[in-house]
């Protein structure tokens, strides 16, 4: 294998980041050029001598590098060899399956979702499944925490006052100003507060649909999308789905076209549970179908911030002609999940949800909001997001290590543009309800495909959730789960691979 790699590709920013440092930037771009298939599983990387002349660095921060993406599960030290690109876990094949008819989410679906929620909610479990961070380390409550204070110091009277629909108009032009970044223009009356990204998707279904109406949806989808739809009396529709590009756009065109469809919820961009970015074209493609058939799309962009390339990939908002899309989003994965503030920009519908909004949950708290507005002009949200992105990706990677060192032949996986979540598919033996069942005995929780199906689909599936430590309970609780797989499989772990020697 040659040795060589395009310097270009790999060139190491001389203005360096605030607190990052030369070998994170070197690690983070090679880690980028093993993602894109630059560097070919099993490919030999230059000596660390090499690489230190060719990027103009020590020969420490090139060992410190190769050691990060070791750690990471990506390269693999061979003894008197060098350092070669691991094996990589196999990545979910292209499929577009059979759409659905229209249905109520069945009933055995809905009380496995009651079933994983309350085992994922028990502190006594360790958790490999729940999309929430646990732990203060993934969210700047230091630094919340003080603009409170100061707040409530400088306008103590600020806890007496309401914020009615559309909410605070200090975080609503921070909003539409960080709107901008995914190509979104918005002004602060185009948006509207909500509590939390479910309010937002719950307003948005219910000011355009009413009971018996049907909802297009990914496959798989976010499973509490399931529940919610039932509540309201609405039906769901599995749209074909592709794991790598998203929602099929022509089976999509059919059903408008046939006006089978009175909305559609879909996440273009890191997708739960599988992590896709649908590419641009596509996005374009979306807008323009949901205008032309004057269908609402309730676009879910919860992780669109959490995306792992150098510049983001916009929402299907910015190519919204005539308000056919809703965008719905918050801050509770990224910032302060207690605060329980979203948003949702509702397009031709904006003066309907704010009057529902209203008469649902009236208004937000003002001392949170200007808290989050005060933190989002500072600018520290962006530094915060960069820190995200890195550790997201480094905890997917090495969980996909984990994967393959413990999980049975056959395992296979997608690969997430953003996020912290992931979709793997097992052998076919694997039944992952009943994996499920087993290691609750073992006090560890993991959340079956079925979930993410109104007809009960991805038997052999599961969705992984990297948003946890990763200490030594996470990866003991990971490495259970493969030891179980392979017993329920008869298959041995580890990923078969014909690497080059």
């Known amino acids: 294998m040659s040795e060589f790699m395009p310097a270009t590709l790999l060139s190491v920013a001389t203005d360096e980041a605030a607190g990052e440092t030369r070998y994170h930037q070197l690690a983070d771009q090679m880690a980028e050029a093993i993602r894109r298939g630059t560097l070919l599983p099993g490919s030999r990387l230059p000596s660390v001598r090499r690489c230190s002349q060719m990027h103009q660095v020590s020969i420490n921060t090139v060992v410190a590098a190769y050691r990060r993406l070791e750690d990471r599960g990506l390269i693999e030290a061979r003894p008197q060899s060098g350092f070669y690109v691991s094996s990589a876990l196999p990545v979910l094949e292209s499929r577009i399956e059979e759409h659905s008819p229209a249905a109520e989410p069945a009933d ?20 490999i499944s729940l999309a929430c961070p646990q732990t203060s380390d993934f969210y700047p409550g230091g630094k919340l925490g003080r603009i409170m204070s100061s707040l409530l110091r400088r306008q103590p009277k600020i806890i007496s006052q309401y914020a009615l629909p559309p909410g605070s108009l200090h975080l609503r032009q921070q909003v539409a100003r960080r709107a901008m970044a995914l190509g979104m223009i918005l002004e602060p009356n185009d948006i509207t507060l909500t509590h939390g990204c479910m309010e937002a998707l719950q307003l948005a279904l219910r000011v355009t649909t009413q009971p018996g109406d049907s909802v297009g949806l990914e496959t798989p989808t976010y499973f509490f999308l399931l529940p919610l739809l039932a509540s309201l009396g609405l039906k769901a529709v599995e749209i074909p789905t592709d794991p790598q ?15 089978r469809l009175n909305a559609v919820i879909a996440m273009p961009t890191a997708q739960n549970p599988m992590g896709f970015t649908m590419p641009l074209a596509a996005k374009k493609r979306l807008a323009r179908l949901m205008n032309d058939y004057q269908v609402p799309l309730i676009e879910d962009g919860l992780y669109a911030e959490i995306q792992f390339g150098a510049t983001l990939s916009p929402a299907v908002k910015s190519f919204d002609k005539n308000g056919w899309v809703l965008f719905c989003t918050s801050f509770t994965k990224t910032l302060a999940p207690d605060f329980r503030i979203g948003w949702i920009a509702g397009g031709r519908f904006g003066e309907k949800l704010r009057q529902l909004k209203a008469v649902s949950s009236m208004s937000e708290s003002v001392l949170l909001s200007e808290t989050l507005a005060v933190f989002l002009e500072s600018g520290g949200f962006d530094h915060h997001l960069r820190s995200l992105r890195r550790r997201y990706a480094a905890q997917i990677d090495e969980a996909k290590s984990l994967i393959m060192r413990y999980f049975p032949q056959g395992t296979r996986a997608t690969q997430p543009k953003g996020g912290f979540v992931f979709w793997v598919d097992l052998p076919p ?10 290691l609750l005995m073992e006090k560890i929780c993991l959340t079956p495909g079925t979930l993410y199906s109104p007809s009960g689909r991805y038997r052999n599936a599961l969705r992984l959730s990297c948003c946890y430590p990763f200490d030594a309970r996470y990866t003991d609780a990971l490495a259970r789960v493969g030891r179980r797989a392979c017993e329920i499989s008869g298959l041995p772990p580890g990923i078969v691979t014909q690497a080059a020697e």
């Open 108 to 127: 055995e679906v809905l009380a496995l979702i009651d079933k994983v929620f309350a085992a994922q909610t028990n502190p006594e479990y360790t958790n």
């Open 245 to 259: 590009d998203g929602l099929s756009l022509d089976a999509l065109e059919l059903m408008l076209s046939e006006k």
């Open 429 to 438: 033996a694997v039944d992952t309800v009943k994996l499920f069942d087993l």
